[in-house]
């Protein structure tokens, strides 16, 4: 089994900037992901570290960065000149697959966060 918490959300003025944290306990993260998820909306993958390789989905690119911290089992994601539709709850997954997955894709990931909140006011 894997838990994983989120912390970092909250309120900002477009344009500002917010880190968000996934700790990690339990079973090894092989690849590990960002994903939000809009009212009414389907969640979408932001971004994904995998072996090193990080990946991003286009309308973040740029403007977000995922790193990872193996000795404090810890996922991040800082958010850069952020916008309005940056507004969801955001989840941090983890996939136990050795091999990985499609990065952006919900099914890859067995383990999910509760989500955190980030709301970008214009």
């Known amino acids: 089994q894997v838990q994983l918490v989120e912390s970092g959300g909250g309120s900002v003025q477009a344009g500002g900037s917010l880190r968000l944290s996934c700790a990690y306990s339990?079973?090894?993260?092989?690849?590990m992901g960002w994903f939000r998820q809009a009212p009414g909306k389907e969640r979408e993958g932001v971004a994904a570290s995998f072996r090193g390789i990080t990946y991003y989905s286009d309308s973040v690119k740029g403007r977000f960065t995922v790193s990872q911290d193996n000795a404090k089992k810890t996922l991040y994601l800082q958010m850069n000149s952020l916008k309005p539709e940056d507004t969801a709850m955001y989840y941090c997954a983890c996939a136990a697959s050795l091999y990985g997955g499609t990065w952006f894709r919900a099914t890859t990931y067995n383990y999910w966060g509760q989500g955190t909140q980030v709301t970008v006011s214009s």
């Open positions: 339990g079973y090894t993260c092989n690849q």
